[in-house]
């Protein structure tokens, strides 16, 4: 099996209480790519500029990562500045270049429209639909968006909505898109704009999915997975889309898509988030080994599970 | 078995994005007594002055809880007023009247000295220390605290903590206390400060314990027990309490402590905490049922229960 993804490549300057690193990569698509990879193949669509080199995309192809749909452009890369001193949960932006991100169109070369899954980063709603109309084939689509979008794009984002079969975002965000506080009554009208499943990201407390009725199997309670720092958080960046590498890397390892394998996608999700925050940008999800991985799945397993 | 709680009893004036209610029966070992109620016996001892009549005494004594230890005084009861109206996470508090609670000194009548457990709400850590040695046979001595005491009482609160096994705080006052930001070794560090085992209280997300490594059993790792709002939360206020009550009076109705029973224990606080809020005041928590309990034990048990 394989993952399309879409999604951005950046160069990040972050500080937080552990230190300060600049112009490092990152973006969504960078972590979400190296966090699938250790499940499945992925394939990336991005767009660089001329201060991308060799050596960043070795970064990605180290680990298998198809680089091939990531576009080459003049002018810089995607630029990101911030800092998290107040708040670890909370990146406050210093400053965004867009740069050739701007005019980001993504192009999906021949040799991807045989992918079998498709994630789409937080891109511009109408991209995105864009996107899973040519690639409407694919067996999952899952997609992410932000407050941004939800406010400055709202119709195109329904439009989107009704393409994407699982969605992931945050607490804040799911509220936002609903216009309602409580989460499980947002959560409800989340999923009667299109997504089979929600998955709200709770970031240090791990993640909810909630299912639309009778989708991917029986049952109308949510699930969660929880997470918890096992070493320091050293730099935060990355850590929602490392999370939905891990749970849509996992979901592409399975022969079926079912309850029970959403919901262990979603604890694999947790790991991958946990490994990614442990170093500044991807440094930890460049060298993992399969059995951390597993390991890491069975204390995350063993923190909730009554005997 | 029986468990002597400690705390406030106190009139609230609350304002949330469902409404508003004034001068109703609240405080910290209102909420515990009667969370605490549906497992095990509760005394409470407490102090409140001429406005607290019949009626309000009866909300208590309806579910059994031995009002003898309230203590009768001239004056008014503690008064407290706030409102979540931009976050349901947190009570922005609008008056502090102490009142009656501002001379508090908690008298443990002789009926109580046979008490199998103690709960020390958040009150002076001086007068928590008092109480445990007064108390000093129990099974198992849990405690609360709070920012203002780890301010302003941080030597009497060391003091104190040397008598507490078990000690439920938030997120923000375990990183306070231990002056250290990452969650796990924060943890380690109170820890080290006295109790065999420390709650940590995420909210809406539940609740973490970190046991002193061979403390109630074998091994090193925490555990999780999550919630979910089930209804909406219509009124935050003693959600906290209500888990330690739920916690305690679980823990009370058990022959043996050891670690299952803790873990089990978690989920019953996380079970009281949900139907606190769903009303405004104590109300929900006067009329439960047991199978009602019981059955949001399973709900909450299958958020995270892997096949």
Redesign the interface.
């Known amino acids: 099996m394989s993952i399309l993804a879409v999604g951005s490549v950046a160069f990040d300057t972050i500080v937080t ?1 552990s230190g300060k690193v600049e112009n490092i990569l990152g973006g969504s698509g960078t972590y979400f790519s190296l966090a699938a990879s250790y499940f499945t193949d992925v394939r990336l669509v991005a767009v660089v500029g001329e201060d991308f080199t060799a050596e960043d995309e070795k970064i990605l192809t180290k680990r298998g990562v198809d680089t091939r749909g990531i576009e080459h452009t003049k002018g810089k890369t995607f630029r990101w500045g911030g800092h998290y001193l107040d708040n ?1 949960n909370e990146a406050k932006t210093e400053f965004t270049e867009l740069n050739v991100f701007q005019n980001f169109k993504p192009r999906i070369p021949a040799e991807y429209e045989d992918s079998t899954f498709l994630f789409l980063g937080n891109i511009q709603p109408s991209l995105q639909a864009t996107v899973c109309r040519e690639m409407g084939k694919v067996k999952l689509i899952g997609g992410d968006t932000m407050n941004y979008w939800i406010q400055s794009a709202r119709p195109e984002l329904l439009e989107t909505l009704k393409l994407v079969n699982v969605l992931l975002i945050n607490d804040g965000e799911v509220k936002m898109l609903a216009e309602e ?5 947002a959560a409800l009208k989340v999923l009667a704009m299109g997504p089979k499943a929600l998955v709200v990201k ?1 970031g ?3 993640a ?1 999915i909630f299912f639309r009725e009778s989708a991917f199997g029986i049952g109308r ?6 997470t ?3 070493d ?2 050293k730099d935060p960046t990355g850590a929602g889309d490392s999370f939905a590498g891990g749970f849509m890397g996992y979901i592409a390892s399975q022969e079926e898509i079912n309850r ?1 394998v959403l ?2 996608a979603l ?1 694999y999700g947790g790991v991958m988030g946990s490994f990614a925050v442990e170093r500044f940008g991807t440094e930890r999800l460049q060298s993992l080994k399969r059995e951390e991985i597993e390991e890491r799945f069975q ?1 995350f ?7």
Chains 1, 2 share one sequence.
């Not at 506080?181 to 009554?185: A, M, Q, Y």
């Not at 397993?301 to 005997?307: F, G, K, P, Q, S």
């Open positions: 209480p670890l506080k409580s989460l499980p009554r709770h240090e407390y791990g909810t309670h949510p699930f969660r997975a929880p918890l720092p096992i320091e958080v029970e919901k262990r604890f204390i397993r063993e923190l909730t599970h009554l005997e």
